[in-house]
């Protein structure tokens, strides 16, 4: 399998967790998009909607983080992380649905004020504080989101170390997040692939980068 993808994309590293976790091997090619190499014709070719990541597995082309992820746990029979259970695999994806309009567009809303300079619109920021306390109550009475380890944990959670790991939004009040990303860290392989994300947050610390 190959994932095309960037290091500091949050949808590219959950893919990559997903897969380093289980001990499935794959190539990264790495998709440099500060110089937009996923909008050159070749990048375009595999995903004319120029978005990261991208997986070639055998010839089959497939786009979208959630999808991907889906398709491994099938193809690959992780029935552990994304349960063949209907009522169980309806709640995973309940969590991976949430994701786009909480997780997703508040880490966006944050990066953009914080990283970038451009304030958020009024209730952006409150929006988002309001997800991390209905995640937080949710994760108070459980370990994962769906009780048991499954991909929606490795979806949501990639946003929010985007912010925690630049150390640009106080998690504080939310010591059950904090717990539970703690957790997710533990996995195989998770660690060393926040190592660019820390490098990039360091550089930015010292005003050594800008995007």
Known sequence: MIVYGSPLSQPTRAVRILLASNNIDYEFRKVNLREVENKSEWFLKLNPNGLVPVIDDDGFILSEAAA????????????????PDTRKRALVNQWLHWAHSNSRLGTRVVLSEKLLNRKARPGEMESFAGALHVLDDHLSARNYLVDELSIADLFVCVDLDQTHIANIYDFSEFPNVLGW??????????????DPLRHVSTRFARGAVKL
């Open 68 to 83: 991907i992820m889906a398709y491994v746990c099938e193809s690959r029979n992780l029935h552990a992380i994304y349960p």
């Open 181 to 194: 990303l703690s957790r997710l860290a533990a996995l195989n392989g998770y660690d060393e692939l926040l």
